[in-house]
């Protein structure tokens, strides 16, 4: 698994754990973000990066560093397997596409945000 991979999958760890710590305005910054997201993983790392740098967002910050780190400890990079964090295989069927980067945070922000449909779907 690349780092950017990591860095992406980390994000998502971050939305997933720490989205009552994220203020309804940077969760309307975050959907924007995700209508604007380019299909590279780097790039895509570079703006989840940039994003998380101001210090009103330090927390969410250093949550996303330690999920990198348990990430990279978890899965060292080893392309010759196609096994996941702890062994685990792909839940994507064979000869199937697997979601991708912009795809997987663009979820996890519209799965998140108070703002979005699907949340609010959910709660009632």
């Not at 203020?23 to 703006?47: F, K, M, R, V």
């Not at 990066?49 to 990279?72: C, D, G, I, T, V």
Request: proline share 6%; net charge negative.
């Amino acid at each position: 698994m690349s780092v950017y991979k990591n860095s992406v999958l980390a994000f998502i760890q971050v939305l997933d754990s720490q989205s009552k710590l994220i203020p309804t305005q940077d969760w309307n910054e975050l959907q924007q973000l995700s209508n604007q997201l380019p299909e590279d993983n780097e790039e895509i790392s570079e703006i989840i990066e940039n994003w998380l740098q101001p210090e009103s967002r330090s927390q969410l910050l250093e949550a996303y560093k330690q999920y990198l780190k348990s990430l990279a400890v978890a899965s060292p990079i080893d392309g010759d397997r196609n096994i996941g964090i702890a062994n685990s295989k792909s839940q994507t069927p064979v000869n199937q596409p697997s979601e991708s980067s912009k795809e997987l945070v663009d979820n996890a922000i519209k799965n998140n945000s108070p703002l979005s449909e699907n949340t609010k779907a959910d709660k009632k």
